[in-house]
């Protein structure tokens, strides 16, 4: 189940955001008409008022620097984590795709134990 405190549709074009369950320098929502990644913290009603669809960017100001330090511990968890994949996306992945995440990345043993729980 996604997280009610963010949106699942693309700031930019409006569109359904995707699971990215990839490298953990990678965003972990991806949409796929205009091919761009986001953050969770980029995903918040907050962070959307302050989304440029011209320069696809979130502005500039402090209230930017805090999102972008959001975003830079996102993307330190994710490689903790060894994978861009959130908690959430494990009900919503195939488990070929887990399975692939477990064969494939560097996973840190807590989230490699909850995705091969979900496998089986």
């Given at each position: 189940?996604?997280?009610p405190?963010?949106?699942?549709?693309?700031?930019?074009?409006?569109?359904?955001?995707?699971?990215?369950?990839?490298?953990?320098?990678?965003?972990?929502?991806l949409?796929?008409?205009?091919?761009?990644?986001?953050?969770?913290?980029?995903?918040?009603?907050?962070?959307?008022?302050?989304?440029r669809?011209?320069?696809?960017d979130?502005?500039?100001?402090?209230?930017?620097?805090?999102?972008?330090?959001?975003?830079?511990a996102?993307?330190?968890?994710?490689?903790?984590?060894?994978?861009?994949?959130?908690?959430?996306?494990?009900?919503l992945?195939?488990?070929?795709?887990?399975?692939?995440?477990?064969?494939?990345?560097?996973?840190s043993?807590?989230?490699?134990?909850?995705?091969?729980?979900?496998?089986?």
């Open positions: 189940m996604a997280n405190l963010y949106l699942l549709t693309c700031p930019n074009c409006g569109g359904g955001l995707e699971p990215h369950a990839g490298h953990p320098d990678s965003a972990p929502w949409c796929a008409r205009c091919h761009l990644g986001f953050w969770v913290s980029e995903l918040s009603a907050v962070a959307r008022v302050r989304y669809p011209r320069f696809r979130y502005g500039v100001g402090k209230e930017s620097i805090a999102l972008r330090a959001a975003c830079l996102e993307r330190d968890a994710a490689r903790e984590r060894g994978t861009s994949c959130l908690e959430e996306h494990i009900g992945l195939s488990h070929d795709h887990l399975q692939f995440m477990c064969d494939r990345f560097p996973l043993e807590a989230f490699r134990r909850r995705i091969q729980a979900a496998v089986q």
